[in-house]
């Protein structure tokens, strides 16, 4: 069964600390894995793409990294700030010619000044 | 450029009635996406129509249906409405040239009362 399964739920942690949320999936074949970012009344927006052959990429503040032995993402944030207070998605694309997403169901994040 | 836009934003129905819920994909994509998000189950995956047809289908009852036009606005009805229909309703739009990037609108929130 295609899973993909996110640690922690939540997660509170103070302003200028830094952080990393996990990911892990049981999707096959794999395409590609995101990260969304959503905050509170909106839609998510995307972070980051990772194909097979990606380990590691950053966006600003935000680094994902892919092991695609393991089936494991994780997403680290450096340095975070108050806006960064939000829910972060892992979506895993299925290779096939539908390219159907399997969510996972979120890490919730605080920051604390 | 304007990003996807649903309406309407919010939404209150009482139970056995209908609702339809539209959204206008960013100019020039083709695909739209409709995704059900609750606390419980997380974002779920609807339908996906590109072109003005139904590409790809998820699980979920006949009482949930969706069509698009020819500029590629899609419109999704839930008919019958149940007090587990409460959700947030995301549309994603994509383009052909964006590496399958989904970009979200803000969502239509649903009570069902």
């Known amino acids: 069964k295609n899973q993909v399964e996110q640690s922690p739920q939540s997660l509170i942690i103070l302003e200028g600390k830094n952080c990393t949320l996990q990911c892990n999936y049981t999707v096959s074949p794999f395409s590609n894995l995101r990260w969304y970012k959503q905050d509170t009344g909106r839609g998510p927006v995307s972070l980051t793409i990772m194909t097979f052959s990606e380990n590691t990429k950053s966006n600003g503040r935000y680094t994902a990294t892919l092991d695609a032995d393991t089936k494991q993402s994780s997403l680290h944030i450096t340095a975070s700030q108050l806006s960064d207070s939000a829910s972060y998605i892992c979506?895993?694309?299925?290779?096939?010619?539908?390219?159907?997403?399997?969510f996972g169901g979120g890490t919730r994040l605080m920051v604390k000044p | 450029k304007a990003g996807v836009t649903q309406t309407p934003r919010y939404l209150i129905k009482t139970r056995g009635q209908q609702v339809t819920l539209s959204c206008s994909p960013i100019?020039?994509?083709?695909?739209v996406s409709w995704y059900q998000q609750t606390p419980g189950q997380g974002l779920q995956f609807l339908f996906e129509?590109?072109?003005?047809?139904?590409?790809n289908k998820g699980n979920f009852p006949g009482r949930f249906s969706g069509r698009q036009f020819s500029n590629s606005r899609s419109e999704m009805n839930v008919s019958t409405l149940e007090l587990g229909d409460s959700a947030l309703y995301l549309c994603?739009?994509?383009?052909?040239?964006?590496?399958?990037?989904?970009?979200f609108g803000a969502g239509t929130r649903l009570s069902v009362l």
């Open positions: 994603a739009s994509k383009g052909d040239s964006t590496k399958n990037i989904q970009y």
């Open positions: 100019s020039g994509h083709r695909s």
């Open positions: 979506v895993v694309i299925h290779n096939n010619a539908g390219n159907m997403l399997t």
């Open positions: 129509y590109f072109s003005e047809t139904q590409r």
